[in-house]
């Protein structure tokens, strides 16, 4: 019985397609919080650095689940670095 949930894990991992689109993703919002929110939001921008980094390692490994869970968080992270920054522009 534990080898057939085994197999089955295994499987479902091995089915799992490349998270190419969500690491493309993650890297144009990374790029795109860059140029604002180094100056008002450094930490999340550091923080959807980091994930990202943290993300194309676990592709590189072969660790798909990983890897797309750390790009979509690094692009949430991205995406409120830069509404960080839009809002204190605006607020200035």
Known sequence: ????????????CASEPPPTAELASARAA????????????PNELA???AKLKLAEGAFARGD??????????AEVDAQLAQALSQNERSRQ
Do not use: D, F, K, N
């Open 1 to 12: 019985m534990r080898w057939l949930a085994l197999l089955a894990v295994l499987a479902a």
């Open 30 to 41: 990374v790029g795109h919080a860059s140029t604002v929110a180094r100056q008002y939001a």
């Open 47 to 49: 923080a959807a650095r």
């Open 64 to 73: 798909p689940v990983r890897a797309r869970r750390l790009a979509e968080e």
